[in-house]
């Protein structure tokens, strides 16, 4: 009996010893940072150190897009370049930009559509800076003169300063030959005077246009023959739109540019 109890004192140290043992051992890999996967120990673990990150190697984790886009090309919005600027040509009253593409141009009036502000010189070669303004000379019996004389050779064409209508063909006593052309807007009456002769084909409520010939340069009336030459008025009509009656302007800068009819 006794020697079964020896027996089993020196087993159970034995097993004592081996578990004591296989503690130490383990404490000690823990400790280490060796321990075995799966391992369950309390104690924390060192982890080994993180490899740097390469530029342009960083992942990472984007959430799924709640609106994923169906595969074809892409669009982007783009934002168009500002307009560059660019040399103002000769009379250009713009900022000196370039318009955008697709900017809508200005649609230009056609060569016809001509303002009232801007007529044509009434007699064939004559220039602006030939004109003289006489105006305001005095004439007989007391009258101010209220038109403009262009001297011209006898038979220079007489041109349509406007587009207009041909209100009336009348041979005055002063005047001798003359035409009076209301223009479209039926505000404004030009008097052309002292005509050699009509153009052929010319009469009343004709329509005639900027630059057409409706006459010739002449003496008849009270101008004088040494002095052939064509008399122009500019009268602003009232409500009447009376051919014989209106106000008369001056078309002295009207002609030369310098004054837009008001």
Known sequence: MLTRLLALGVVIGVAGWWLLASDTGTSSEVAGGRAEPGATSGVPVA??????VEPGSARLAVAPDPH???PGPARLAVTPDAPKSSQAGPGSTGAGTTPAPGTADVAAAPANAVAPSALLLPVQGITAAQLQDTFTDARSEGR???AIDILAAEGTPVLAVADGTVEK?????????????FEPSGKYCYYYAHLQRYADGLAEKKTIKRGEVIGYVGHTGNASPDAPHLHFEIHRLGPEKQWWKGESLNPYPVLRGTQALP
Do not use: A
């Open 47 to 52: 982890s080994e150190p993180t490899p740097p």
């Open 68 to 70: 994923p886009v169906e």
């Open 144 to 146: 101010v003169h209220d």
């Open 169 to 181: 063909l009348f041979d005055s006593e002063r005047g001798g030959l003359t035409v009076y052309q």
